[in-house]
Structures are given as structure tokens and as C-alpha cells.
């Protein structure tokens, strides 16, 4: 952290009121800032609630702005496990889906895309030690493809798995169950208006972990006649799954 | 559509919002201008053009109001359509709620993977004629009304037909049966509430059938989950409804009307021409299975219905077609697979593929040696190609040719006068 942090605040790209509150205070670096907490900073400073947003939206650019940060955030990160050691292997650590990123799946009918989804979601509550991340998930069904019963199953089969391999009692079926947040959206609207909720359902729900979306295509596939709204309206989607993907560290797979 | 005043926003945003004609909440989720693309703050939303499509002047009035109030309004927009139209809880909510359909034969359950076909979804049958898809369709028209003890949905029927007349005098042989095999367990079974629950209409061609999906068929179904109250607000008891909510759709055939109407305009017909408005005719039939696809899926959800679509096959014409089953000997002339195409096959949730082998030829098409067919009738196979609640569907992905003779995702089945019912392979 320290060679990003010693950056000066004045390099802080920030408007012109709430610049010169900053260099008044007499905070000379961007470690400073952070070393305090943020309530406090805004109280001192006497930001408006405008000010606070902007200050602590550049505070957390500039933190993962380095390329070492970066790495370090990765490298300490959980993966997913896929339950596969050949299909954990085609991921860049070997261990499994990577949180802080976009993973697409794409197949045929009949192929496992939707199962996969499932599988990643029990995963997730797993222990760290048999590739989990003891996180909840939430999974964006658009398909109705989500079979409350097979999931069952697979946890199920999970459990017993885990009681033989490691002699460990793992949660209870109902348990994982209720770490799986569902909710089936029907047309694009729902679709757009559910991912912009997530960064708050997110938020309210620190260990959510992955965001499945089963499938982010098919209502695309329908009613526009407009091709350009479409793609504008699925690069905003992508680009709000990303940054969320990115601030709270979470995988998110969309079939 | 609906309007924005049911957001709670400041009248000076709404106003702006509505000169703009971003009047309705689903145009304004929609829109997406620039500055709520960005998830941070907006102070740079100036240096975005404006979107396309947009007047300038337009989009300057939008702009006239802050980032914060563009914001505010489109959170408003999401969470309305959230709170209102997404059912949002957990796997286990879902568990406890979820129905199954059963077949109304122990065997068939089990070869789809135990209790028959899912709700919610779209469930596919396809196979050749006279294979016996109508049959199954009848039989789930029976069991659909059984409660919900027996795996039955406790519901009415809706038949949509796009090849004739409703099987009447078939379903009169079967009613009989089936109130004779349940009178023990459901001895309130009444032949005559049977045939009144079942809805029949024809979609004799493309117009009427995206009339019905689009405007009839919802509100029937609508009308018909409505519980009916007495004056004081209590659920009537003594005043039954006449009819059971509706819980199953069947359609039959999905295919038959866009397989008849397909047609390439005579102006494009010389050369070059000729293929453009083929493609162009087979890109519109797409989007309209999309749409009836999705609208049939919203529907099934939000009703808790099974929706049973049949489908014809088309013939194969490749050197060597990838084998619908696994390790089934192919017939070059015999190679089949459903009709419209991965559009279709996207759109569907389940897909089950009846087969059958021609009588009289001594041709083995099956692989698993079956039991031998008695006095001589056409040895008949049910497949599960693919389904999201069984873990190994024959013609899926996975174990291709692992599939064992009593596996589930595979059955031989008969007809007979009660119906279809599945033969326990030894």
C-alpha cells in the first residue's frame, strides 16, 4: 500500500472547491486521507454530501490504480472452485472461477451452462480450504431454467462429498439453500433494472460472493428492433456488472 | 407501461422527464443516457455525446437537470419495477413452492427423472407423427386436474391446436380409464368437471396464434387465478368456482404454422434477391419464436404453469449428422432432429424426443436391446435430450455413451386404450 499512497492529494483529480478544502487541511498525501476515517475526514473538511461522494469515489480510484495493488488483490483473493480440477485448471490460478471479474460460459442446450451456474453457487459457501469462499451468492434466472430440487441434489451430493473427503461435517442442505438469493426477471427492463438493485442488495449483503446470470442473452434476443439501444443497453449492463464485480470483490458468471 | 408518476420524485424532475418523453418507467430504464452509465460521480458526464437517436435539444433539456436528479430518478425507476414485478428469495423459498406434473405412470416419472415434467418452464415434446405426442399431451390434460397429493396441479387446460380439431373421441376412452384407475384415491373424480376443464382453441394460422399468445391466452389465465370473494371479503367456500385456475398450456404444434408460412416474397426471387429475403424471412420467424418463447416463459412463471410444447422433426442431411441419442446406429435415411432450429432449442427449457421404429421393418434402431415388442406393435422410445432437473440426460453433454438401460432420461413406452404408460425394461 505504501508506494501508491504516498501519492500527493493534490494530484488527486478533484473539482475546485473541494481541491482547496483538501490542500487547506493539510493532508499532504493520499495515505493521510486514508489513514483516517472517512466520517471524520468529511466532518473536519465540512464537505457537502457532494464533496464526500467525490472525494472517496477518487480515494478508492487511486487505490487500485497501481499495477502492484492489483496483483496483491488478486493474488490474495478466493477463487471458485468448478468442482473440476481440469476445468479450474483453464483459469489463471488453477483454482477455480476468479472473483473481482466477468466470466462467460457459453454452450449449446443440454450442455451444463445452467447446472455449472448452480454448482458455482453452492460452491461459494464452501470452506477456503475445499475451494470455496464461505460467501452467499445471488443468481439472476432469466431463463427459468432454475430447478429449486436439482439444487438440492447437487448440495446434496456436496455434502456427502465433503463428509468423505475431508470427515467433515458440512453445513446442512437447508442451510446452502438459503445461501442461494434467487430471483427469476422476465423481460430486458427487469434485467436492467435488477443489476442496477445489485449494487445496493450487494451492499446490505457482505458475503455475497458471485452473481450468476442465467442467461444474459436470451431476453436481448427479442423485441428490439433497435440494434443500437441494444448494444448500448448490454455494454451498460457489462459495464455496471464489472464495476461491481470490482468493488466488493465479487465473481460474476453470466452463462 | 407505467407512467412515472408512481415515482416519488421532486415535480420539477418529473417535468423535465416527461417533455423529454421519458414519461413511462420503462422508457426511462430504457434510456440510459450518458451520465447514469457511470457509476461514479457524474462531474464529467458533460464530455459524453449524446446517444444517438436522441434530438440535441432533447437531450439538453434532460441535461438541464443534475446528474444527481437523473440518478436519483433512474434508482427510483429500478427500484419500482424491483419492488413490483422481481420475486426475489432464497433457493429454499423456492423449494417449498415448486410443482411437479406428473405423467400418471410410475415408469415415465422415473425415466424423466421422478416426477414427471417441470413447472415454470417450457417443456418440449418433438418426435415424428403418429409417435405418440398427442397422446402424452392428453394424458398430462388429465393429470394436470389430479390434486396435488397424487402430483397432479389441481388445475384446468388449455389446448392450443394449430393441426385441427381437438382428439375428442380419444380423450373420451382415456377419461374413462383414468377416473376408474383414481376413483379410490380421488372419489370426488367427475368425468364431466374433466372435459369442462380443458380449454380448446385453434390457431389455424400465424396472426390468430400471435393474437391468442399475445392477447387471449394471458388474460384467460390471468381471469382464471383470480380467487373469487363474497361480500364480505372471505373467500366463498359454499360458491366454488366453477373452474380450477389454469396450470397447464399445451401447444400443438409450436411448429406446424411457421413451418406452413414461411415464404419467400416473389419480388426477391431471381438470384441474389432470392436469398436475401430468405434470410430475412427466417430472421423475422426468429424473433417471433423469441417473443412467443419469452411470453409463454413469463407467463409460466408468474402462474406457476406447465407449458407442454409439441414439435415435429425435420430430416438430417449431413454425411454423418451427429447421432440425436447416444451409440444409436445411425440410418442415414432415418436421422432426425426437432424443427426450428437452435433459436427454438434456446428458447425451450426441456426437450423430450419420442421415437419410434417403423413396423415391419426389422431394423434395429435402438441400441439398448429392448424387451421384444409384443403382437407386433412399433417398439417406442422416450428420450430426455435435455432437462435443468436431471443429472443425466441422455443426449446431453455429459457420458455420452454411458447412459445403462435403466438409466434416467430414458424409457420404452406403449399405447394403449387408458393412455401411454411406460415397460419396465428387464
Known amino acids: 500500500m505504501s508506494t501508491v499512497s504516498s501519492r500527493p492529494a493534490v494530484t488527486l483529480r478533484l473539482s475546485g472547491g473541494l481541491r482547496e478544502k483538501v490542500i487547506r487541511s493539510g493532508y499532504g498525501t493520499v495515505a493521510d486521507l486514508l489513514a483516517v476515517p472517512f466520517e471524520e475526514l468529511a466532518t473536519e473538511l465540512k464537505l457537502t454530501q457532494e464533496q464526500s461522494n467525490e472525494l472517496i469515489w477518487q480515494l478508492q480510484g487511486s487505490l487500485s490504480r497501481t499495477a502492484y495493488l492489483t496483483w496483491e488483490r488478486e493474488a490474495t483473493s478466493v477463487p471458485i472452485t468448478a468442482s473440476s480440477s481440469a476445468l479450474d485448471s483453464l483459469f489463471p490460478r488453477g483454482k477455480g472461477v476468479p472473483p473481482g471479474k466477468i466470466t462467460e460460459f457459453c454452450g449449446r442446450s443440454g450442455t451444463g451452462k445452467t447446472q455449472l451456474g448452480i454448482q458455482l453457487c453452492i460452491n461459494t459457501q464452501l470452506p477456503v480450504a475445499m475451494g470455496g469462499s464461505e460467501g452467499t451468492s445471488v443468481f439472476i434466472d432469466t431463463e427459468g431454467s432454475f430447478i429449486a430440487r436439482r439444487v438440492a441434489q447437487i448440495a446434496q451430493n456436496s455434502v456427502e462429498q465433503m463428509y468423505q473427503d475431508m470427515a467433515v461435517q458440512g453445513p446442512a442442505v437447508d442451510d446452502l439453500m438459503r445461501g442461494i438469493h434467487y430471483c427469476r426477471v422476465h423481460s430486458a427492463i427487469e434485467l436492467v433494472a435488477m443489476v442496477r438493485m445489485l449494487r445496493g442488495i450487494v451492499q446490505a449483503h457482505p458475503k455475497i460472493k458471485l452473481v450468476v446470470i442465467d442467461t444474459i442473452s436470451s431476453l436481448f434476443r427479442s423485441n428490439f428492433s433497435d440494434t443500437q439501444a441494444r448494444t448500448r443497453l448490454v455494454a451498460n449492463l457489462g459495464r455496471q456488472l464489472v464495476s461491481i464485480a470490482r468493488d466488493f470483490d465479487i465473481a460474476v458468471s453470466r452463462n | ?426
Open chain 2, 1 to 426: 407501461m407505467t407512467s412515472i408518476n408512481v415515482l416519488d420524485l421532486p415535480p420539477s424532475v418529473q417535468e423535465t422527464l416527461i417533455k423529454v418523453n421519458l414519461d413511462t418507467v420503462e422508457d426511462l430504464l430504457l434510456y440510459t443516457p450518458p451520465a447514469i452509465a457511470d457509476d461514479g460521480p457524474s462531474s464529467r458526464y458533460k464530455r459524453h455525446q449524446p446517444a444517438k437517436g436522441t434530438s440535441i435539444s432533447n437531450y439538453d433539456r434532460l441535461m438541464g437537470l443534475t446528474a444527481d436528479e437523473i440518478t436519483l430518478a433512474y434508482d427510483q425507476a429500478s427500484a419500482y419495477v424491483f419492488e413490483t414485478r422481481i420475486a426475489y428469495g432464497t433457493a429454499l423459498d423456492l423449494y417449498q413452492e415448486e410443482d411437479w406434473l406428473t405423467l400418471g405412470d410410475d415408469v415415465l416419472d422415473r425415466a424423466l427423472g421422478g416426477s414427471g415434467i417441470m413447472t415454470r418452464g417450457i417443456t418440449e415434446i418433438a418426435g415424428e407423427s403418429a409417435v405418440g405426442k398427442t397422446q402424452f399431451c392428453l394424458q398430462l390434460c388429465l393429470t394436470a386436474q389430479l390434486p396435488k397429493e397424487c402430483g397432479g396441479l389441481d388445475g384446468s387446460v388449455v389446448w392450443l391446436s394449430t393441426e385441427g380439431k381437438f382428439p375428442y373421441s380419444r380423450l373420451e376412452t382415456m377419461i374413462h380409464h383414468f377416473v376408474t384407475k383414481y376413483k379410490d384415491v380421488v372419489p370426488d373424480l367427475d368425468e364431466d368437471t374433466i372435459r369442462n376443464s380443458i380449454y380448446f382453441d385453434s390457431m389455424a394460422d400465424q396472426e390468430t396464434q400471435l393474437h391468442i399468445f399475445n392477447y387471449q391466452l394471458p388474460v384467460l389465465i390471468q381471469d382464471s387465478h383470480i380467487v373469487v370473494e363474497d361480500e364480505d371479503g372471505n373467500e366463498s367456500e359454499h360458491q366454488e368456482p366453477l373452474r380450477k385456475p389454469i396450470k397447464l398450456v399445451i401447444i400443438d404444434s409450436i411448429a406446424n404454422n411457421f413451418r406452413s408460412e414461411l415464404t419467400v416474397s416473389p419480388a426477391g426471387a431471381e438470384s441474389n434477391g432470392g436469398h436475401d429475403s430468405f434470410r430475412s424471412s427466417i430472421l423475422q420467424r426468429s424473433s417471433e419464436l423469441c417473443e412467443i418463447g419469452q411470453r409463454l416463459r413469463t407467463l409460466a412463471d408468474q402462474h406457476g404453469l406447465a407449458v407442454v410444447c409439441v414439435n415435429q422433426v425435420t430430416d438430417v442431411f449431413e454425411a454423418d449428422p451427429p447421432a440425436l441419442l447416444p451409440n444409436m446406429k445411425s440410418d442415414p435415411l432415418n436421422q432426425k432432429k426437432p424443427a426450428l432450429g437452435l433459436v427454438w432449442e434456446n428458447t425451450v427449457n426441456a426437450r423430450i424426443v419420442l421415437q419410434r421404429n417403423r413396423l415391419g421393418e426389422g431394423y434395429d434402431v435402438d441400441p439398448y436391446a429392448a424387451p421384444a415388442p409384443s403382437n407386433g406393435e412399433p417398439q417406442r422410445t422416450l428420450s430426455v435430450v435435455f432437462a435443468p432437473w436431471t443429472s443425466n440426460s441422455v443426449g446431453g453433454g455429459r457420458g455420452g455413451g454411458s447412459g445403462g438401460r435403466e438409466s434416467v432420461g430414458h424409457c420404452y413406452y406403449r399405447i394403449d386404450d387408458a393412455g401411454v404408460s411406460g415397460i419396465v425394461s428387464e
